[in-house]
Antibody, heavy 119, light 110 residues
């Protein structure tokens, strides 16, 4: 079964760029029916969809974040990545990667990684 | 902007039935599929309902989902409550420009 695991720094300074990678195991990231997504959850708050990438490189971003986001895919390593620029404390959250399908059903999810924005 | 509104919390006793609502702010919630996720503390969300009323394998039939177009809302019903059902539950859908989650409902089974 497909499993996802996030990795990256747990602490980022304000105004810098947050960078995370999601490694997919148990299946191919080039699966034609999967939309590889990032979703975040600020501590004690709800979930916010960040965006997704298709294995071909097509992306779709949350309109409220799209000016600061780049999601990329590395099919040779079965990974996809998130870059979020100009971060502030409001970007502190647990960042999850997840597999989505055509109707935006996200399953499974990675365990999530906490990223704190602080100087 | 389209939003999904859930009650902040609900509580019920073991063995009883509880329903969690998810109300769309505009348009028709029936236009696109609604998913429901369960999240226990410190864990990633897992699906309990997808495509309005479908259960993934392994999810007991105590969990059911429905759509009510008249109230523009989706509902998650859990019957025969167990203490292990205590968790946060999020609804999720999408519109033409975005994917949206409800704010989440904390279910307490006491």
């Amino acid at each position: 079964q497909v499993q996802l695991q996030e990795s990256g720094p747990g602490l980022v300074k304000p105004s810098q760029t947050l960078s995370l990678t999601c490694t997919v195991s148990g299946g191919s990231i080039s699966s034609g029916d999967s939309y590889w997504s990032w979703i975040r959850q600020p501590p004690g708050k709800g979930l916010e969809w960040i965006g997704y990438i298709y294995y071909s490189g097509t992306t779709y971003y949350n309109p409220s974040l799209k000016n600061r986001i780049i999601i990329s895919v590395d099919t040779s390593n079965n990974q996809f990545s998130l870059k979020l620029s100009s971060v502030t404390a409001a970007d502190t959250a647990v960042y999850h990667c997840a597999r989505g399908n055509w109707n935006y059903w996200f399953d499974p999810w990675g365990q999530g990684t906490l990223v704190t924005v602080s100087s | 902007n389209f939003m999904l509104t859930q009650p902040h919390s609900v509580s019920e006793s073991p063995g009883k039935t509880v329903t969690i609502s998810c109300t769309g702010s505009s348009g028709s919630i029936a236009s696109n599929y609604v998913q429901w996720y369960q999240q226990r503390p410190g864990s990633a969300p897992t699906t309990v309902i997808y495509e309005n009323n479908q259960r993934p394998s392994g999810v007991p039939d105590r969990f059911s989902g429905s759509i009510d177009s008249s109230s523009n809302s989706a509902s998650l019903t859990i019957s025969g409550l167990k203490t292990e059902d205590e968790a946060d539950y999020f609804c999720q859908s999408y519109d033409s420009s975005n994917v949206l989650f409800g704010g989440g409902t904390k279910l307490t089974v006491l």
